[in-house]
């Protein structure tokens, strides 16, 4: 099993529309865990990060389930601006550098 | 304004020669990161500083090597050892250490295509 797995979509759903995506990831020792946006040639950016309690900022909701190993991003009311891809970041444990799953595509349509 | 600069943006070399790839950061970050993506691709860490004079290697250290002289500036050298250089260079750096809660901020790339 890989460390970090996404479905990498395309994901193409109409404006307004909720879409979520799940990541799974291997290490249950795994302890920070994060979303990043990256637009098309461009760079990360960090998105939010994933608490145990579960997080929200605006449309977005991260969810976190530690006992399926997965992590959640809800996106309520797309926007077309919203189309990206989102990549799911894992810190596996210890003094080890975040791993990035290969990211999930987004295309919003008007 | 306190960020992370790479450059050049883009960069195009020939086959069988050395290029540098910049990285500066301002924002008073103990760790710096390389990383590689190819089309279609996720993101595979090359090499990592957690402080200065010290560097550990990632996934895909092979043909490139590093540098941490400065808490500031981690270069990137992609040397006539890598088999396929061309792709999109992402230098990141963090506040904390590795292994710590803290995520990862990036420069805007440096794209470089090898003949």
């Known amino acids: 099993r890989k460390e970090v797995e996404q479905d990498p979509g395309p994901f193409n759903v109409p404006e307004g529309a909720t879409v979520a995506f799940n990541c799974t990831y291997s290490?249950?020792?795994?302890?920070?865990f994060f979303w990043y946006r990256q637009d098309c040639r461009k760079e990360p950016k960090l998105l939010m990060s994933?608490?145990?309690s579960g997080n929200e900022d605006g449309r977005f909701t991260a969810q976190l389930n530690r006992a399926s190993q997965y992590i959640s991003l809800l996106i309520r009311d797309s926007k077309l601006s919203d189309s990206a891809t989102y990549l799911c970041v894992v810190n596996p444990s210890g003094n080890t550098p975040l791993v990035f799953g290969k990211g999930t595509r987004l295309s919003v349509i008007a | 304004d306190g960020g992370i600069t790479q450059s050049p943006k883009y960069l195009f070399r020939k086959e069988g020669q050395n290029v540098t790839l910049s990285c500066e950061q301002n924002l008073n970050h103990d760790a710096m990161y390389w990383y590689r993506q190819d089309p279609g691709q996720g993101l595979r860490l090359i090499y990592y500083?957690?402080?200065?004079?010290?560097?550990q290697k990632g996934d895909i250290a092979e043909g490139y090597s590093v540098s941490r002289e400065k808490k500031e500036s981690f270069p990137l050298t992609v040397t006539s050892a890598q088999k396929n250089p061309t792709a999109f260079y992402l230098c990141?750096?963090?506040?904390?250490?590795?292994?710590?809660?803290?995520?990862?901020?990036f420069g805007n790339g440096t794209r470089l295509t090898v003949t």
């Open positions: 990141a750096s963090s506040i904390g250490p590795t292994g710590s809660n803290s995520p990862l901020h």
């Open positions: 994933v608490y145990s």
């Open positions: 290490n249950s020792a795994s302890q920070s």
């Open positions: 500083s957690q402080i200065v004079n010290d560097f």
